[in-house]
T-cell receptor, first 112, second 113 residues
């Protein structure tokens, strides 16, 4: 089945810096790649997603890139703020409608 | 309440107890999921239901028994659990399995003594 690897497991940056989280997936048939943010004590919430027919997607300070050949995708956060501190999960879905498989998460800490 | 709700929010049970977790979604979705979230394996998929039919069982021990009476409700029946089953159990729903955003409930924090 699908396997999603996520790196790094922890990431500490200064306010205003950029943060990059990378994920790789194993099944070339995967075609949907969302990113979820989970703040402490709260439920995971979708922040951005990308489908396999698109190479890059941007939403204000957040962007996701996808390299289908290499089977990896990345989350980019620019001008980080303390409220960006959270655990971020990447995920992938296998074609034919199975559930999302999540990476193990990255704990992002933004210090002011 | 809108979105995905879960009850109870906290549960403490002994290893010989039987309890059930409940999830309800008010979004008109067709797919519902159970995830286990622990420090060792964050967001570990347990079960998937599509239109009330179970479509995935991710090698979950039989002491966890899911039930989906309709597309809006999902239960997780628990019996003879082990202390290592202590975790946050998250329910989620989506319009189409794996293709649309999954909306998560607030979770049930389970402690097995």
């Amino acid at each position: 089945g699908e396997n999603v690897e996520q790196h790094p497991s922890t990431l500490s940056v200064q306010e205003g810096d950029s943060a990059v989280i990378k994920c790789t997936y194993s099944d070339s048939a995967s075609n949907y790649f969302p990113w979820y943010k989970q703040e402490l004590g709260k439920r995971p919430q979708l922040i951005i997603d990308i489908r396999s027919n698109v190479g890059e997607k941007k939403d204000q300070r957040i962007a996701v890139t996808l390299n289908k050949t290499a089977k990896h995708f990345s989350l980019h956060i620019t001008e980080t703020q303390p409220e960006d501190s959270a655990v971020y999960f990447c995920a992938a879905s296998i074609q034919a409608g199975t559930a999302l498989i999540f990476g193990k998460g990255t704990t992002l800490s933004v210090s002011s | 309440e809108t979105g995905v709700t879960q009850t109870p929010r906290h549960l403490v049970m002994g290893m010989t107890n039987k309890k059930s977790l409940k999830c309800e979604q008010h979004l008109g979705h067709n797919a519902m999921y159970w995830y286990k979230q622990s420090a060792k394996k964050p967001l570990e998929l347990m079960f998937v239901y599509n239109f009330k039919e179970q479509t995935e069982n991710n090698s979950v021990p039989s002491r966890f028994s899911p039930e989906c009476p309709n597309s809006s409700h999902l239960f997780l029946h628990l019996h003879t659990l082990q202390p290592e089953d202590s975790a946050l159990y998250l329910c989620a729903s989506s319009g189409r399995t794996g293709r649309d955003e999954q909306f998560f409930g607030p979770g049930t924090r389970l402690t097995v003594l």
